[in-house]
């Protein structure tokens, strides 16, 4: 007796000839998400390196101390549909002033980018009680697809100090950022396990990127020079 398959499973049965197929509800092969190898991952924490070198020479131009840390910067997210991109938050630390020399700081900031090959927008005007003065640039032979420097300036009469925040996103760079995500934290897990990233980060320190398999600890804030 030679059996057939129910109608339309025919076509199901070539597509999926790795699959024992026991009817149209039969069992189907899924992708399976592997952590990327050494070379991928090696090429990525290249990538990220030079990320977050290029975005250090903005903040040493700031500050050279420590700044704390809002998204560390290190985990890739999937962009362009193929591809992978990096975002990193940085704050100026609570009670650092300018001495009301801030907005010409922004100024003399935006020149210098744009001197070191930054592709810069004009310092935007806001309507009138919004003091914020924000540094805006690219430099994508950097892996810097967005910078922005955003600076509320503290009024000494007032008791307030200065605000700046620092937000970066990379360039989209090709590769799976969901094979490289659990390379760097390891397999998904219900309560992650802490990647030991500082809470304060100088823009001279050399920047984390390790595999789960090589990671060790890292100094705390209070361990580390500030």
């Known amino acids: 007796m030679t059996g057939r398959l129910p109608r339309g499973c025919a076509v199901t049965a070539i597509l999926l000839t790795a699959t024992l197929v026991t009817g149209c509800g039969g069992p189907q092969m899924s992708p399976v998400r592997t952590a990327a190898d050494d070379a991928e991952f090696a090429m990525a924490r290249d990538e ?3 990320f977050k070198r290029t975005v250090a020479e903005v903040q040493e131009q700031i500050f ?7 998204e560390y910067g290190d ?3 999937a962009c362009g549909g193929d591809g992978y991109a990096f975002f990193m938050v940085r704050w100026l630390p609570d009670g650092f002033s300018f001495q009301e020399q801030g907005p010409q700081k922004m100024v003399e900031l935006h020149s210098w980018m744009a001197l070191h090959g930054w592709k810069m927008e ?3 005007r806001y309507s009138e009680g919004i003091d914020n003065v924000v540094v805006m640039g690219s430099k994508r032979d950097g892996n810097v697809a967005r910078l922005d420097v955003d600076l509320l300036p503290g009024v000494a009469a007032d008791g307030t100090t200065d605000v700046l925040q620092l937000r970066a996103k990379s ?13 760097l934290r390891g397999p998904f897990q219900a309560v992650p396990v802490d990647p030991g ?4 980060e100088s823009p001279r320190d050399t920047p984390l990127f390790e595999p789960f398999d090589q990671k060790t600890p890292h100094p705390r804030p209070a361990e580390s020079d500030q």
């Not at 360039?171 to 390379?183: K, M, N, S, V």
């Open 64 to 70: 050279t101390g420590g700044w704390s840390v809002g």
């Open 122 to 124: 004009p310092i935007p």
């Open 75 to 77: 985990v890739p997210s």
């Open 48 to 50: 990220n390196f030079i």
């Open 171 to 183: 360039t989209c760079q090709p590769g799976a950022a969901t094979e490289i995500l659990e390379r």
């Open 197 to 200: 990233l500082p809470n304060l």
